[in-house]
């Protein structure tokens, strides 16, 4: 197996959870790709901050976006649990959609020395684009191209998937709240 495709199941042991083997694939390979791209390691990933926007931000880039895919999944069960087939939830596109949110910040950001910025591509390109880009390049289906496209700010505009919602709802949880309680 290739040190890249090693890299990424260090990373995202979650990519198991997903059932089509395709898929997981695909998921893979986009982040092999964001990777090769990048000037980040993977061991950037787990240092650098998950948010540029709060000052000595505490919690790693992986931290944050691992936990938003646990809270996909942990909601998307409750919801199944709850409203049966009411309100009916794909897993694979929800963990798929969710690993690859923000892949593009792999091709937004830049280093300074040890701190992470917003590079030449991030200030003309955000990472919404940028991933749809590289999930674009590996034949994601459009369910996950639109839960990257729609996951940030730039989403508000458009009707958004049950998956995409999910999505959107688990990482501004864990954003918004945080930013505020930091910033005073």
Do not use: N
Request: proline share 4%; with cysteine; aromatic share 8%.
């Amino acid at each position: 197996m290739s040190e890249l495709k090693e890299q990424v199941k260090k990373l995202w042991p979650e990519i198991a959870w997903i059932e089509d083997a395709d898929l997981r694939d695909r998921v893979t390979r986009v982040w092999m790709t964001a990777l090769e791209r990048s000037v980040l390691s993977a061991e950037d990933l787990e240092r650098i901050p998950f948010t540029l926007l709060v000052k000595d931000c505490p919690v790693s880039f992986m931290a944050h976006k691992r936990s938003v895919v646990h809270i996909c999944r942990d909601a998307a069960l409750k919801i199944r649990e709850f409203y049966g087939d009411a309100l009916p939830i794909d897993m694979d596109v929800l963990i798929a959609g969710a690993i690859l949110i923000d892949v593009g910040k792999l091709l937004e950001y830049e280093l300074e020395g040890q701190r992470a910025v917003v590079g030449r591509m991030g200030r003309y390109v955000r990472h919404p684009f940028s991933g749809v880009g590289l999930a674009m390049e590996h034949g994601l289906p459009e369910e996950v191209l639109h839960m990257i496209a729609t996951h940030a700010k730039e989403g508000s505009l458009g009707k958004r998937s049950v998956e995409a919602q999910i999505a959107h709802h688990a990482d501004f949880m864990t954003f918004e709240p945080f930013v505020e309680r930091l910033q005073g």
